[in-house]
């Protein structure tokens, strides 16, 4: 089977507000005696902010990998690069992204962002383009640029003689994930993503993405997201919370082979929103990747 690089979501609101830290610290831990791969902060309007949550982890973890997700209206791409690569320094290069491109209408304009329609694409390639530029100094060749050597004009973004030094340029640029099942999500994946994650009803497209992505001599890893309610059998699962409101609900076995269905797909990655996160992180550790050969154990 081909190696699955499994990861959680961190809570941001409820069970982490009500708990504190505290609870999103044990989450934390489980996700990794659990030889989690990662573990995925996302993009919640009312709850933590993304980066703080995700720098908490990295600091409360030694080699599980953590992605934040954020809105690319929230900052330049020169100061998220720059904040990126400080964290990547302090956690052994374990940070990623994933962008929250196509925002609620509501939800953006509460955050003071009236872009409209496919220019949230737009923006988002521009932000990527000038992340990388100025991580590698404009250079195709990757890390390791020289200062002042990165210029970039566009719609939204404009840089002028910029680019990253020592000791910023010489860590990996972070894992970017994107997600979204239309042309323009899936194009700005081709062009510019690393891993797309995709719902299961969405996992369809994913060879369109395969295609779009070749086209740009471009490989992009393909996951999908889902919420699951494991269990040892059918009896024990009958009795589990949020079982109604799963994308997949069964047993430990069961959830075994789907996972490898995914795989034979394509699937590299597999994010499970897993409620209540303490106990079912636990269960996938403990229970789910035993079953699995080769979990991955080291982060990006």
Do not use: C
């Not at 996302?42 to 080699?63: K, N, Y």
């Not at 962008?99 to 209408?105: C, I, K, S, T």
Request: charged share 20%.
């Amino acid at each position: 089977m081909t190696t699955l690089d499994i990861q959680v979501l961190l809570p941001t609101r409820a069970e982490g507000v009500r708990h504190g830290f505290g609870h999103l610290r044990e989450v934390v831990r489980a996700a990794e005696l659990g030889t989690l791969s990662g573990a995925v902060v996302p993009f919640d309007p009312d709850g933590l902010e993304s980066w703080s949550v995700a720098a908490a982890a990295l600091r409360d973890t030694r080699w599980l990998k953590v992605v934040a997700e954020f809105h690319p209206g929230v900052s330049t791409p020169v100061y998220a690069a720059k904040g990126s690569a400080s964290l990547q320094r302090f956690s052994g290069s374990r940070f990623a992204w994933r962008l929250a491109v196509d925002l609620d209408p509501a939800v953006a304009r509460a955050h003071g962002d009236f872009t409209v329609g496919d220019d949230h694409y737009l923006r988002a390639a521009e932000f990527l383009q000038i992340a990388r530029g100025v991580w590698g100094g404009g250079k195709a060749s990757g890390p390791g640029g020289v200062k002042g050597e990165f210029t970039f004009e566009g719609k939204f973004f404009d840089v002028l003689d910029g680019g990253f030094a020592a000791p910023l340029s010489l860590v990996p640029f972070p894992q970017v994930q994107l997600t979204g099942a239309s042309p323009a999500a899936l194009d700005l994946s081709a062009r510019h993503g690393d891993v797309h994650i995709f719902t299961p009803p969405t996992l369809a497209a994913a060879a369109q993405l395969t295609e779009l992505a070749a086209a740009h001599g471009r490989t992009v890893g393909i996951g999908v997201q889902l919420s699951a309610v494991l269990r040892e059998d059918a009896a024990e699962l009958a009795d589990a919370p949020f079982r109604d409101e799963a994308d997949f609900a069964g047993t430990y076995a069961e959830a075994a082979d789907l996972l490898r269905a995914y795989a034979a797909q394509g699937v590299s990655t597999v994010v499970f929103d897993a409620r209540p996160r303490i106990e079912e992180t636990y269960r996938v550790g403990e229970h789910l990747i035993p079953l699995l050969e080769n979990p991955v154990l080291e982060g990006v």
